[in-house]
C-alpha cells in the first residue's frame, strides 16, 4: 500500500533537502520557499497519479511550469532559458537560471531522469495539449539540431559579454520572451507538421545536451521485467518520445530520453513495466 508512495516521498525529500541546504548555504529564504513549492507541487502530483488519477501529471507540468515560466520569469524578470544559465554562469554567480539548471538539468536528472521534460517544462506543457500524443513514424536523425541550438545560445551570450553591451539584465529579460515565442511557435508547428507533440523536444530542444548524458544512469527509471514482457510492441506504439523501452538493449539510450510519463506503465496488458 505504502509502496506506491515510496517515489513520490523521495523526490519530496529530495527537494526538501535542495531547499534547506541552498537556504542556509546562500543565507536567502527564497530558495527554501522555491523548492518546497516545486517538490511539494511533484510529490502530490506523484501521489495522485498513483492512486490512478490519469490527469495528474499534466496538472503538475501547469502548476510547475507556469510557476517558472510566468512567476519566476515574466514577472520576476529572470531568463529561465538556457541563456540565462550562460549569463549566470559568465558573471560568476550561482544563483537563478544556474540553480535551476544544476537542480533540474545537470545532477537532478542522475536521481529523476528526464523528469523536468515531463512534470515541469513550460514548452512541453502546451505541446502535450497537442493531439499527436504518440510518435507514428520512425525517428529522424535530426538531433544535431538541438546541438546548433546549444552552441547558437552560448555565443549569442558569450557575444554580448565580448562586445560589452550595456544593459545585459534587460537584455536578457527579452531574450527570454524572445526564446520563449519561438521555442513555442516552433514546437507547435514541428507537432502539426510530423503529427508528433514531442518532435519539439526530440530534436530541436538545446537542454536536452544537458539532460541527456546524466539520464542515462537515471535512478528512477521505467524498469522491464523480460518474463512477463509478450513483445506486443504496445508500449512502443504509445511512447510520445518513440521509445521501445521493453528493449533491455537500449537500457541507457531510453533512460536519456524517457521522459516519465508512465503511460506505457498504465497500458502494458501484462503489467510488465515497473517505475
Ligand atoms: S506493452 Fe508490455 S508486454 Fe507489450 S512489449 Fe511493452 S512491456 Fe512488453
Ligand atoms: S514513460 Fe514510457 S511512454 Fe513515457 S516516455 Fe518513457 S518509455 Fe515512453
Redesign the pocket.
Known sequence: MLKKYAVPLVIWLLFAAIAVGLWLALENVFYLFNFLYIGTGLAVGMALYAQGKKWARNAVQWVVGLYLFVYLGVFGQENMQIEGFWYYLFLGVFEAATIHYAVAKIFGPLVFGRGFCGYACWTAMVLDLLPFKAQTGPRRRWGVVRYIAFAASLIFVAALFLLGAQGLAQIMWYAFLAGNLLYYGVGVALAFALRDNRAFCKYVCPVAVFLRPASRFALLR?RVDEGACVSCGK?RR????G?D?SDPACRRE?AAD????????EECPQKALKF
Open positions: 521505467v508500449c504509445l511512447c510520445p518520445m521509445l523501452i531510453n524517457c521522459i516519465l510519463c508512465l503511460r506505457c506503465v
